[in-house]
């Protein structure tokens, strides 16, 4: 399996239009296999052995066959970064036609998360807004935010790990008195085993990435067991990527939520297009194209090294 990685192996950088999650460049891994490209992308923070679940989900879109699936395109929601640039958030949103749903973020400073989410209201009362805090508050501060949020800005569809654990998450449903209901992302895809987690009374929805999570097959037996509903996300991937979370999303059968794949417009370039027309994207077939996009040769040697140790976690 190592000798088909390293045989086709292609690394790129990808430009980002804003700043998102503390990047403006998205570096990108590939191969090619029976079942066409697959991306390896892990954050380059990311430790080996949290790596090896992205690695092992590039092993199974190379290799493995498409699932079955229920529909050939994905309602997604448009996700807005951090920042309240008029010009970025009008751009992005303009980059979304016919999205109703939109994932902000926020956590870093209230009145500016509240600007941002006044500014989203202001698309329309029939927006559905969902906030994404990625952990950063402790109950209380949440407790303070959402109510605030809530006063400000009205009802929001659910908010995305607003503490970083399930006690504070179970504790903030206990104490909060708005309607609120919480997804659960880093608390499921950073543990060591998120089979063993519980999660009644702390979470009402599940975020499905395919990447952190191992790929398609392990993320439908993570649905089936916690029997929650769920929402596939992207992990900024490149558009290798986000069609195989298509494939994800589209192979359940029932899908409640808007799904948040719409990030390639977080992108300056991309290896490929895939359009979102009238709120959905549809499951594409592309060659990539790398054209102008590789790394040096020493990036390249980076991320092979990378792959060679993470490889060896997977036996």
């Known amino acids: 399996m190592l000798d088909l990685i390293l045989d086709s192996l292609r690394v790129i950088s990808l430009p980002m239009k804003t700043n998102f999650r503390g990047i403006n460049h998205r570096e990108v891994a590939f191969f090619e296999g029976p079942q066409g490209w697959a991306e390896f992308s892990p954050f380059l923070e990311y430790s080996d052995e949290e790596s090896s679940r992205w690695l092992a989900c590039a092993i199974e879109a190379a290799t493995q066959p498409r699932p079955k699936l229920f ?137 499905l990435k395919v990447q952190p999570l191992g790929g398609i097959r392990n993320a439908h037996a993570l649905a ?14 490149s558009a290798v990527g986000i069609n195989y979370g298509l494939i994800l999303a589209a192979s359940f059968e029932e899908m409640s939520y808007d799904c948040g794949l719409g990030t390639g417009s977080l992108l300056a370039k991309n290896v490929a297009e895939i359009p979102i027309v009238d709120g959905k994207m549809q499951i594409q077939r592309f060659e990539p194209n790398f054209d102008g996009l590789e790394v040096s040769a020493e990036r390249f040697d980076w991320w092979k090294n990378r792959i060679m140790r993470t490889a060896a976690l997977l036996g």
Request: hydrophobic share 40%.
């Open 71 to 207: 529909r050939t395109s994905v309602t997604v929601n448009g996700t807005i970064p951090a920042t309240n640039d008029k010009k970025v958030v009008d751009d992005l949103v303009a980059s979304y036609p016919g999205v109703k749903t939109y994932k902000v973020k926020v956590g870093d400073n209230l009145s500016e998360d509240i600007v941002r989410l006044a500014r989203i209201r202001s698309l329309g009362r029939k927006v559905n807004i969902r906030i994404d805090v990625n952990g950063l508050w402790s109950v209380e501060q949440a407790l303070t935010n959402l109510y605030a949020f809530y006063e400000n800005v009205g009802p929001f569809e659910y908010v995305e790990q607003p503490c970083a654990t399930l006690d504070e998450l179970r504790e903030l449903k206990s104490k909060i008195r708005i309607p609120l209901k919480i997804a659960v992302d880093e608390v499921i895809r950073k543990s060591a085993d998120p089979f063993s987690l519980e999660l009644q009374g702390a979470a009402d929805i599940v975020m």
């Open 224 to 237: 089936a067991h916690h029997k929650l509903p769920v929402v596939v996300s992207s992990a900024l991937e």
